[in-house]
């Protein structure tokens, strides 16, 4: 079984850091901090953090924090960010209005 | 739903350029691309690109981007912009939202070419408005002729870095500083020693502490880290700047394939997730294929070869030409992606410690560390020599894919060889006549004419400058040496612009005798 998904491991206690309330999702406006509690509340995937955070989430959809968010969610494993897998890609890839998305185009031919 | 034999997501280099190899092949191809101007990031490219003839080396990367616009249209290709693709579902469908609507459309088969997207590096007050990516710098300077900002910080020394910087200064803004967290410059050293002989400063092993300001940017503060990348008190330095850029690596935007069901792999050589593909970009999905960033980091050159690649192998893929004819084709691409594919920075040498060119002269360690070569490690390099009357000076000194100045050089003063990595040396017995044909074809901007007995006590140097206003002959000034310091006083007795040098000026100044190896840089008075 992968190792990250053991949710038995011991990761230790949360031990704050000085620098827990710089903003790492802008877009959301999650802090490290959130993100390590995170970690610590049992959240071992990207696709739990997002959805417990929703951290890339926004905007952006995670074109800038979604590999600080992974790399700050492997150090408190203490793993290889490589070992994680990404979140979950999905329609829609970029962020769209409702009324766009539900406004099916007339066909060209 | 409308019907395609080749869907292309983004009309950057890599994917137009497939385009062009499938349309010429009778396929039906559409290109997709969510910006208002095709071209990805070609369009901000405004220095000389590298490589060989075939790798359309010592053209301004904005003007290929024309070219291969051009080449797609005469090739009959549809380019649809300001069309976002928001989905790649089963059996290759591709729904794009164009305007306020969202369609639908049918690929046989799909090229995936969406480039890559920047790094962030976190640090305190990262998000104040002030903090930039290099690209986005690029983008205000290049595509919109907006100034970023007047005091600039740069974070990251790889050729982004390097090319970024000094675009800067053409711009106008100060650089304040190259920082960068590795201990050596990451780069193209010709990249770095065209920054530093401008006087800019470069700290390697250093990187950003904090940025300082309450609304914006108003100043910045670095220090020094050790080999485990942490702080070394006491190390700080500060500067004043309204900017920070940053240019500290590229990310593939694979998501797309990843939502198709692409086998994906987490491959930190390659820039992060990237689909698994063979060479000529065909994934693990039929009729689904990759081209450029997305399937590693690499640049512009690569990715148009891996474009054409892809282009033909989908052209196969749909029975549009047999595997004799697409073996044939794919051979030459080959041999042209390989020829890119060496020297120094090769992807196979990344991160490997290189002490020696394959000359086996020593590598310049001052370049690395500081971004130009030592006065005294200068003179051990093929390129520079010392002749009666005026010669060219090449200070080129890493083995990079690159040769224009051969062939440039109508007196055939310049050898490379066919090995387009090697050094370049003086032709023994060749006859330079000044031309400065070799300076302005030089895209590392390395080449310099040199006369050592000018006249009576002083030395004429002619040096590439690419920089606005440009000084007047009589006009007097600093020399700058590699380093960007003073070295002594200078006149300008020359200023040379013709069509065939494209934009790069050249300055020929007159300096006392003694620097005439040493002063490479103009700076008005």
Not at chain 2, 307 to 325: F, H, S, T, V
């Amino acid at each position: 079984m992968n190792q990250i998904n053991d949710r038995s491991r011991d990761i230790g206690a949360f031990v704050p850091a000085p620098d827990d309330d710089m903003i790492i999702c802008r877009c959301e406006e999650i802090t490290k901090g959130e993100i390590r509690k995170a970690v610590h509340d049992g959240m071992f995937t990207l696709t739990e953090i997002r959805r417990y955070l929703r951290t890339g989430m926004g905007l952006c959809q995670g074109q800038t924090c979604a590999k600080l968010v992974k790399g700050i969610v492997a150090r408190e494993l203490n793993i290889s960010p490589a070992q994680l897998e990404p979140a979950t890609s999905r329609v829609p890839m970029r962020p769209i209005e409702m009324h766009v998305l539900a406004n099916e185009g007339k066909e060209d031919e | 739903m409308k019907r395609y034999d080749l869907i292309i997501v983004g009309a950057g280099p890599s994917g137009l350029s497939a385009a062009v190899e499938a349309a010429k092949r009778g396929l039906k191809t559409v290109v997709f691309d969510e910006n208002e101007k095709p071209g990805g990031q070609l369009f901000k490219q405004i220095h000389k690109f590298f490589g060989s003839k075939e790798h359309k080396a010592k053209i301004r990367g904005f003007v290929i981007g024309e070219q291969l616009l051009k080449e797609a249209d005469e090739a009959g290709v549809e380019v649809v912009l300001n069309a976002t693709v928001i989905g790649l579902y089963q059996d290759k469908e591709v729904v794009v939202r164009i305007g306020e609507a969202v369609h639908h459309y049918k690929g046989d088969a799909v090229i995936i070419a969406t480039g890559a997207s920047e790094n962030m590096v976190t640090f305190e007050g990262w998000t104040l408005p002030g903090v930039i990516g290099a690209g986005a710098a690029q983008t205000m300077m290049n595509l919109h002729g907006v100034k970023p900002g007047n005091k600039v910080l740069m974070l990251g020394s790889g050729n982004v870095g390097l090319v970024v910087s000094f675009q800067l200064l053409q711009c106008g803004c100060e650089v304040v500083a190259l920082v960068d967290a590795a201990p050596k410059v990451g780069g193209y050293g010709v990249h770095a020693a065209k920054v530093a002989r401008t006087g800019v400063p470069f700290y390697l092993s250093h990187t950003i502490v904090k940025a300082e300001g309450e609304e914006c940017v108003t100043g910045v503060t670095i220090a020094e880290v050790d080999s485990h990348f942490r702080f070394i008190p006491g190390t700080e330095k500060h500067f004043d700047v309204d900017t920070i850029c940053l240019a500290v690596g590229l990310s593939p935007m694979s998501q797309l394939l990843k939502m198709a069901g692409c086998e994906m792999e987490d491959n930190p050589k390659r820039g992060g997730q990237v689909p698994v593909c063979d060479e000529y970009g065909r994934t693990s999905l039929a009729g689904v294929f990759v081209a450029g960033d997305v399937s590693g980091i690499e640049e512009a050159s690569s990715a148009m070869i891996e474009g054409r690649m892809a282009g033909i192998a989908a052209a196969e893929y749909l029975g549009y030409m047999d595997k004799e004819e697409m073996d044939r084709n794919l051979a030459d691409l080959d041999q042209a992606l390989d020829g890119l594919r060496q020297g120094m920075f090769a992807p196979k040498n990344r991160g490997k410690d290189i002490e020696t060119t394959d000359e086996g002269i020593p590598v310049s360690k001052n370049l690395l560390k500081h971004g130009f070569v030592a006065d005294e490690e200068i003179e051990r390099f093929p390129g520079v020599t010392h002749a009666k009357g005026i010669h060219p000076v090449m200070e080129c000194t890493q083995n990079i894919p690159c040769n224009p100045c051969q062939d440039a050089c109508p007196k055939h003063c310049i050898r490379i060889g066919s090995n387009i990595t090697a050094l370049p040396a003086v032709e023994e017995g060749s006859e330079c006549v000044g031309c400065g044909m070799c300076v302005a074809s030089c895209s590392g901007q390395a080449i310099f004419l040199v006369d050592e007995t000018y006249e009576e006590g002083y030395a004429s140097i002619t040096i590439p400058y690419e920089f606005l206003p440009l000084p007047v002959v009589g006009e007097k000034g600093d020399a700058l040496g590699r380093d960007g310091s003073r070295v002594c006083e200078a006149q300008i007795i020359g200023v040379k612009s013709i069509p065939a040098f494209d934009k790069t000026n050249l300055l020929t100044m007159k300096v006392p005798a003694e620097y005439a190896m040493r002063a490479r840089f103009y700076k008005k008075g």
